[in-house]
């Protein structure tokens, strides 16, 4: 955890700690807890949470689910959103009353060729919100001024929370697999990212299959502009889908579970680009002779940069996309992740501080 501030910093002189839900061991529950409140350093801002989405990713960052793993104690979530209220010395473009967001890219080196050739989301230097630094599972958080994402005025702030990951990876995955208005797109997994892709597909001009092996699910995607659905458990889903469609165009993989990434590949037409969202731990078969054949393109997409996130949040503005979203508080943080574990939350959960 970082030093203590001058509690006169927020305004509120009987603020000198905030409550925090903290990994202090991996796989064990997160401990509710009241924590020191954090400084802002140099380019950094204090920002008071009213909302953080809670994302599969932190769930495995609980459980260190990763080869990288960041060092207990931490505090999760990168889907917050708040206003300002503090500035470390060198912020010029924020100011305390400001809204903003925090973002798994929490920071990055901004001089490496990644970062130089707009690919940023691949520096091998940059810090991760919630991760590699302290996230939004508390009612305060710190933000790097430079990377914090600016959030439009009028934004729910239920709704806007999921954009911030949930949004912006999936616009980012669909972007990449270069598929064009009135071309099919395949979602597999219609999880808190997968409901938000068939949004995002149908509101660039795309047509969606949606794939899931939950009913529940896979009405919400047709309600949300599916054209066609597909329930893995229950059909063959390479075929009901080479039936509806001749193979789709592109595949956005958002699932959690490793089958979903095989079963992509029989779901494409020749030429086809398959992009992975999920990060289930594991592997999956990759017939080498279809890959070749077909002329596939398989390829990775974690979240997006900071222009992305500003796109991703411009849809969100203009109307287009609305997350499915319930509301929690931060003390039910375990039994969300309890529920996400067994496949039972439709849409986000989003902690509301207010």
């Keep these: 955890m970082t030093q203590t501030l001058d509690n006169n910093v927020t305004g509120d002189p009987s603020v000198a700690t905030m409550r925090a839900a903290v990994v202090t061991e991996f796989g064990a529950p997160l401990d509710i807890t009241d924590v020191e409140l954090p400084v802002p350093g140099?380019?950094?801002?204090?920002?008071?949470?009213?909302?953080?989405?809670?994302?599969?990713?932190?769930?495995?960052?609980?459980?260190?689910?990763?080869?990288?793993?960041?060092?207990?104690?931490?505090?999760?979530?990168?889907?917050?959103?708040?206003t300002v209220v503090a500035l470390g010395e060198g912020v010029q473009d924020l100011a305390v009353g400001d809204k903003v967001g925090n973002a798994w890219l929490w920071s990055a080196c901004g001089s490496c060729e990644f970062c130089r050739t707009g690919w940023e989301t691949l520096c091998e230097s940059q810090r991760?919100?919630?991760?590699?630094?302290?996230?939004?599972?508390?009612?305060y958080m710190v933000v790097n001024a430079a990377y914090a994402a600016r959030i439009p005025e009028g934004a729910n702030p239920l709704e806007v929370a999921p954009i911030l990951c949930a949004g912006v990876t999936v616009y980012k995955g669909l972007k990449v697999t270069d598929t064009r208005p009135g071309q099919w797109v395949?979602?597999?997994?219609?999880?808190?990212?997968?409901?938000?892709?068939?949004q995002y597909a149908r509101a660039m001009g795309l047509r969606v299959v949606a794939v899931d092996i939950d009913d529940a699910k896979l009405a919400l995607?047709?309600?949300?502009?599916?054209?066609?659905?597909?329930?893995?458990?229950?059909?063959?889903?390479?075929?009901?889908?080479?039936k509806a469609t001749g193979g789709v165009h592109g595949v956005l993989v958002t699932a959690v579970h490793p089958?979903?990434?095989?079963?992509?590949?029989?779901?494409?037409?020749?030429?086809g680009t398959i992009?992975?969202?999920?990060?289930?731990?594991?592997?999956?078969?990759?017939p080498i002779f279809d890959i070749v054949l077909k002329g596939l393109t398989i390829r990775g997409?974690?979240?997006?940069?900071?222009?992305?996130?500003?796109?991703?949040?411009?849809?969100?503005?203009?109307?287009?996309?609305?997350?499915?979203?319930?509301?929690?508080?931060?003390?039910?943080?375990?039994?969300?992740?309890?529920?996400?574990?067994?496949?039972?939350?439709?849409?986000?959960?989003?902690?509301?501080?207010?």
């Excluded at 801002?45 to 931490?74: Q, Y």
């Excluded at 991760?128 to 009612?139: E, K, M, W």
């Excluded at 992009?275 to 990759?286: H, Q, S, T, Y």
């Design 186 to 198: 395949a979602i597999s997994g219609i999880g808190g990212l997968g409901h938000i892709a068939v």
């Design 128 to 139: 991760n919100g919630g991760y590699s630094v302290d996230g939004s599972f508390g009612t």
């Design 259 to 271: 089958q979903a990434f095989g079963q992509a590949i029989g779901l494409t037409r020749r030429g």
């Design 42 to 82: 140099y380019g950094e801002a204090l920002v008071k949470l009213e909302t953080s989405g809670i994302c599969h990713t932190d769930l495995h960052a609980a459980h260190g689910d990763w080869p990288v793993k960041p060092a207990p104690p931490f505090v999760p979530g990168h889907e917050g959103y708040g």
């Design 301 to 354: 997409s974690i979240v997006g940069t900071r222009q992305d996130m500003a796109e991703a949040l411009d849809f969100y503005t203009r109307g287009l996309i609305h997350p499915t979203v319930t509301s929690a508080a931060l003390d039910d943080v375990n039994e969300v992740f309890e529920r996400m574990e067994r496949g039972q939350i439709d849409g986000r959960v989003v902690i509301d501080y207010r």
């Design 221 to 242: 995607a047709e309600q949300l502009g599916a054209e066609v659905t597909v329930n893995a458990k229950t059909q063959e889903a390479i075929a009901e889908v080479q």
């Design 275 to 286: 992009v992975f969202n999920g990060l289930p731990p594991g592997d999956f078969p990759a």
